[in-house]
């Protein structure tokens, strides 16, 4: 069936979730997890004078902290699974793409199922704010399972 399992978080509850079951199922079918955290590219603002001053996180810092960030969500996920007697690892990607950065990450570490959740979002709110969920539905060839 599954031997390696991609679940993509982003520390919030509902990618709680997914991991949850993520690790559920992995641990039923004797498979490994990959924990993703992708975080966007370093986007320095824009200062324009009628905006005032603005304080601006420089790059050293902005990654410092993103890695930080990922390393915790990441520490989080491989500690449940190991907990449970599941395999896993975490890699953390720089991607403004994460539903690129996760169909990457799965073809990169040939896992055969992707595992993520889903604010359910439709009608104009899925529409204007976009869905990775739907994006990795829409362009990925490994198998997705949506958790909500």
Do not use: W
Request: proline share 4%; hydrophobic share 45%; charged share 20%.
């Amino acid at each position: 069936m599954f031997r390696h399992v991609l679940v993509p978080t982003d520390g919030s509850d509902l990618s709680a979730k997914a991991v949850a079951q993520a690790i559920e199922l992995a641990k039923s079918v004797n498979a490994s997890v990959t924990a993703l955290h992708a975080y966007p590219e370093y986007h320095p603002m824009i200062l324009y004078e009628y905006v005032g001053p603005i304080d601006a996180m420089n790059r050293q810092d902005y990654l410092r902290a993103a890695k930080s960030t990922a390393e915790r969500y990441l520490a989080d996920v491989t500690k449940a699974a190991e907990a449970v007697g599941v395999q896993a690892n975490g890699v953390a990607l720089v991607s403004d793409q994460p539903h690129e950065a996760i169909i990457k990450a799965a073809k990169k570490g040939k896992c055969d199922l992707i595992v993520m959740a889903s604010h359910g979002r439709r009608g104009v709110a899925g529409l204007l704010l976009g869905s990775v969920t739907q994006k990795v539905l829409t362009h990925s060839t490994i198998p997705v399972l949506v958790v909500r």
